[in-house]
C-alpha cells in the first residue's frame, strides 16, 4: 500500500454491533432484548414476505417473546410520506425498536423511521448532513442484499415526492445499532438484482479508495472488498445457492460501506442519484454498474497508482506493466465483469435518453461526491461520461 506521510486523516470507528454469518437472524429477539426493546416495528417490502424471509424473522420474535407490529409497503427508492406515515404508524403501536428487513430501500426507510421517532417533524426537513439532534429508537439492520451496505452507513436515502428528486440523511446518529448479515437471506435473490446490487458494492469500493478522500483505513476496506467481489460476484450471480460466494458478497458490501463513510464516493454515485430521480428511476445498481466503467475511464489518468492499487485487488498481473496500463486494466476489468454478470450495455435500455443528458448533469453536479472525485469534473464532463453510458 501506498503510504503518504503527509497525509492527515479521519476515521469513523462504525458504532454498529456487527453480527455476521449463517443463521445469525435467528438471534434477534435476543438482540432486541439486550437493547432494551419489547416491541419491534419491522419495516419491510413485500418481496421479503414472498421470500420466505419474514415468516423465519417473525417465528424468531415470537420464540423470543418479542411484539412486534409489521409494515411493509416499501417499494425501491421508497418516498418521503410512506417513512412519515410509518413513523406515525410507530408511535401508534408502542414499539420501542425498529427492524429494517430487505435492501437498501427498506433499511433505509427504517433508519428514517427510527430517527424520526424520537425527533420532530418528517423527514424533508432533516435532508442532508448532520440535522438529526435527538437519539433515534435502536435500530436493527437486516440486509437481504448485498449491495448498499445500509447495515453500516450513517446515511439513509429516500425519494423527496415534492420533486420527485433522491435526497438522503446523512447522520451520525442514524448508523443501526445492529446489524443481522446473515447470508442465507441472500440465497434465493434473483440473478439480475445478485447483479446490480453487488456492482454497486463494487463502486462504494472503487470510488472510495480512489477518490481524493482516501485514505489508509478505508483502502484496506475497499481493495478486500474489491477483491472478494472480484472472485465471487460471476458465482452469486450465476449459481445464487453458492454459499461461499453469497458470505463473500455479504462481507464485501459491509467492509465497503464501512469503508466510505469517512471517504465519500465519486462520479458514478454523483450520477446515480439523478439517474434514479423523477420519471426516469434507473434503479441504483444498475445506474452504477452502467456508469462505472465509463467514470473510471476518465479517473484512471489522474491517479493511476490508485487504479493499479485497483487492478492488483483485482488479481491482474500488472507488475510488469506501465503505470497506465496497469491502472487502464482494472477499467477493462470491471467493464468484463458487468457484461459477464449480464448487466445492460447502456442507460438507454431504462429509458434514459439525451434529452435527460442536461438535467441530470446538472443535478450531478450539486452532489458532494463531485468535489472528492479524483480527476477535476465540469459539467461537460460530467455530459460526456453520460453520454458513453447511454
Ligand atoms: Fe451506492
Redesign the pocket.
Known amino acids: 500500500m501506498h503510504i503518504d506521510a503527509s497525509q492527515i486523516f479521519n476515521f469513523l470507528p462504525v458504532p454498529t454491533d456487527i453480527h455476521f454469518g449463517c443463521g445469525v437472524v435467528r438471534s434477534l429477539g435476543d438482540r432486541i432484548r439486550s437493547l432494551g426493546g419489547t416491541k419491534a416495528f419491522l419495516v419491510t417490502d413485500p418481496g421479503v414476505r414472498a421470500a420466505g424471509i419474514l415468516e423465519e424473522i417473525t417465528a424468531a420474535l415470537r420464540a423470543a417473546a418479542v411484539d412486534y407490529t409489521i409494515c411493509e409497503r416499501v417499494k425501491p427508492d421508497s418516498g418521503s410520506a410512506l417513512i412519515d406515515e410509518a413513523t406515525a404508524e410507530l408511535k401508534q403501536s408502542g414499539a420501542d425498536a425498529v427492524v429494517g428487513i430487505g435492501g437498501g430501500s427498506s433499511l433505509d426507510t427504517a433508519k428514517a423511521v427510527a430517527a424520526l421517532a424520537a425527533n420532530p417533524g418528517g423527514a424533508l426537513a432533516y435532508v442532508g448532513l448532520h440535522k438529526i439532534r435527538n437519539h433515534p429508537l435502536p435500530m436493527i439492520a437486516i440486509p437481504t442484499t448485498a449491495g448498499?451496505g445500509s447495515e453500516v452507513t450513517l446515511w439513509a436515502v429516500f425519494t423527496d415526492e415534492s420533486k420527485g428528486l433522491k435526497v438522503a440523511i446523512g447522520s451520525a446518529l442514524i448508523y443501526p445499532a445492529v446489524a443481522l448479515c446473515d447470508p442465507e437471506l441472500t440465497l434465493s435473490l434473483p440473478p439480475h438484482l445478485t447483479a446490480s446490487t453487488g456492482m454497486?458494492a463494487m463502486?462504494?469500493a472503487i470510488e472510495c479508495c480512489t477518490n481524493n478522500a482516501c485514505q489508509p483505513i478505508s483502502a484496506a476496506l475497499a481493495l478486500r472488498a474489491i477483491e472478494l467481489i472480484g472472485r465471487n460476484l460471476r458465482s452469486a450471480v450465476l449459481n445464487g445457492r453458492n454459499r461461499q460466494a453469497r458470505y463473500a458478497m455479504m462481507l464485501a458490501a459491509a467492509m465497503a460501506g464501512i469503508a466510505m463513510n469517512p471517504t465519500r464516493l465519486g462520479l458514478a454515485?454523483a450520477l446515480?442519484m439523478p439517474l434514479g430521480s423523477w420519471d426516469i428511476r434507473v434503479p441504483?445498481g444498475m445506474a452504477?454498474a452502467i456508469t462505472l466503467p465509463a467514470v473510471m475511464e476518465f479517473n484512471y489518468l489522474a491517479e493511476p497508482a490508485r487504479f493499479v492499487e485497483v487492478s492488483r485487488a483485482l488479481g491482474e498481473p500488472v507488475d510488469d506493466l506501465p503505470p497506465l496500463e496497469a491502472a487502464r486494466r482494472a477499467v477493462h476489468v470491471v467493464r468484463s465483469l458487468a457484461r459477464d454478470i449480464g448487466i445492460p450495455k447502456g442507460l438507454a435500455e431504462f429509458g434514459v435518453r439525451e434529452e435527460h443528458v442536461e438535467p441530470i448533469v446538472a443535478e450531478a453536479m450539486k452532489s458532494g461526491n463531485v468535489p472528492v472525485n479524483p480527476r477535476r469534473a465540469c459539467a461537460e464532463d460530467l455530459g460526456r461520461i453520460l453520454r458513453q453510458a447511454l
Open positions: 448498499t454497486d463502486a462504494h454515485h446515480a441504483h452504477l
